[in-house]
């Protein structure tokens, strides 16, 4: 749980980062794009169990 909150503190910061630098955010703008990056990770740890 706790490396759960750590990566979720890093990516805000990061997120807050990039946004003051005016870069492009490393991750999909929109909640469909996140949700297939959450789909190609479970895909991932399914294919790990068989």
Sequence with gaps: ???ILLATVAGMILGA???KM???L???PTL???VGVL???LGS???KMF
Excluded: E, Q
């Design 1 to 3: 749980m706790m490396t």
């Design 17 to 19: 980062l990039f946004k």
């Design 22 to 24: 005016n870069l492009p």
């Design 26 to 28: 490393p991750a999909p």
């Design 32 to 34: 469909p794009g996140v």
């Design 39 to 41: 789909g190609v990770l």
């Design 45 to 47: 740890m399914i294919a």
